[in-house]
């Protein structure tokens, strides 16, 4: 199970840090993504870490303003958002992939269909 916490309201340039956590299944062993999807939209992948946590990709829309990271020790993989703009409200979800099929890195961000468990999604929202 994946549930995902720390969404809210801010203001546009504020920051955020979602957190994934996991349970009954080692997180570590799995490539992470992170999607968003808001009303009328096609859902986006916004970032993504492979499980040796060593690839790293973003959407181009928030390179630069988000980080990824990951703690195995607490199952959990975070991320951080800084300066926050409206167009980046949406609900944000968390999702673990095996990497059977590919690997998160600079040339690939594996997408949605290939992730096996989804958690139920946090809501940013970016308002003044």
């Known amino acids: 199970q994946l549930v995902e916490s720390g969404g809210g309201l801010v203001q546009p340039g504020g920051s955020l840090r979602l957190s994934c956590d996991a349970s009954g299944f080692t997180l570590g062993f799995y490539g992470v993504g992170w999607f968003r999807q808001a009303p009328g939209r096609e859902r986006e992948g916004v970032a993504c870490i492979s499980s040796s946590r060593g690839g790293i990709n973003f959407a181009k829309s928030v390179k630069g303003r988000f980080t990824i990271s990951g703690d195995n020790a607490k199952n959990t993989v975070y991320l951080q958002m800084n300066s926050l703009k409206p167009e980046d409200t949406a609900v944000y979800y968390c999702?673990?992939?095996?990497?059977?099929?590919?690997?998160?890195?600079?040339?690939?961000?594996?997408?949605?269909?290939?992730?096996?468990?989804w958690g139920q999604g946090t809501q940013v929202t970016v308002s003044s």
């Open positions: 999702a673990a992939d095996s990497e059977g099929t590919g690997i998160c890195g600079a040339g690939y961000f594996p997408p949605g269909e290939e992730y096996e468990f």
